[in-house]
């Protein structure tokens, strides 16, 4: 299996500054035959069920702020928070859906304001 | 308006059995693959089964192979999940999950969840 790991667990940034998590798979999610890395990224704000925010590492999905943006190829991963907000208060999860199931996700980034 | 919602979640004793139910409305149903997704409280996400759109080719994570089933009744816009043989460590909140246009597996729209309790 797939192993999806994330650093750090907990990130405290002010409003308006830049955050950044990582994401580190135990294997390649680079596809040869297309050059995709099959990555996702959501977000989970209190509450709420989680929301696809980035797919194929770095595709934001439709309605996305372009404050988000995911880059990355093969094991290591970034999901970068331009110019923070106080509604990007969230736990941030990757996922990888590389071929064959189990289809995992990383621990989770708390995302805080400083 | 694409909408997911769950039922059927509540509280059950260990060895017991429950069946989960996802509504879907506001897309093509028979067209997705979908799945469900847990969350024990202050945990993260684990995968737990998908399905297919058309041909109902179902996958597990090993976790619940054996003791939950997932189906589907495209004629009803309905995922279910069967669940048996129910263990503490089942509990968590379950969510349904629409795949994408491009990957079934990334999870595209996801229910507000319903929650599992397993427990004496």
């Known amino acids: 299996d797939i192993v999806m790991t994330q650093s750090p667990d907990s990130l405290a940034v002010s409003l308006g500054e830049r955050a950044s998590i990582n994401c580190k798979s135990s294997q390649s999610l680079l596809y040869s035959s297309n050059n995709k890395n099959y990555l996702a990224w959501y977000q989970q704000r209190p509450g709420q069920p989680p929301k696809l925010l980035i797919y194929w590492a770095s595709t934001r999905e439709s309605g996305v702020p372009d404050r988000f943006s995911g880059s990355g190829s093969g094991t290591d991963f970034t999901l970068t928070i331009n110019s923070l907000q106080a509604e990007d208060v969230a736990v941030y999860y990757c996922q990888q859906y590389y071929k064959t199931p189990p289809f995992t996700f990383g621990p989770g980034t708390k995302v805080h304001i400083k | 308006e694409l909408q997911l919602l769950e039922s059927g979640g509540g509280l059950v004793q260990p060895g017991g059995s429950l069946r989960l139910s996802c509504a879907a409305s506001?897309?093509?149903?028979?067209?997705?693959?979908m799945s469900w997704v847990r969350q024990a409280q202050g945990k993260g996400l684990e995968w737990v089964s998908s399905?297919?759109?058309?041909?109902?080719?179902?996958f597990y994570a090993d976790s619940v192979r054996g003791r939950f089933t997932i189906s589907r009744d495209n004629s009803k816009n309905t995922l279910y999940l069967q669940m048996s043989s129910l263990r503490a460590e089942d509990t968590a909140v379950y969510y349904c999950?629409?795949?994408?246009?491009?990957?079934?597996?990334?999870?595209?729209?996801w229910g507000q969840g319903t929650p599992v309790t397993v427990s004496s």
């Open positions: 399905i297919s759109g058309r041909s109902g080719s179902t």
């Open positions: 999950a629409k795949g994408s246009d491009i990957v079934p597996t990334i999870f595209h729209r």
């Open positions: 506001g897309f093509t149903f028979s067209s997705y693959a």
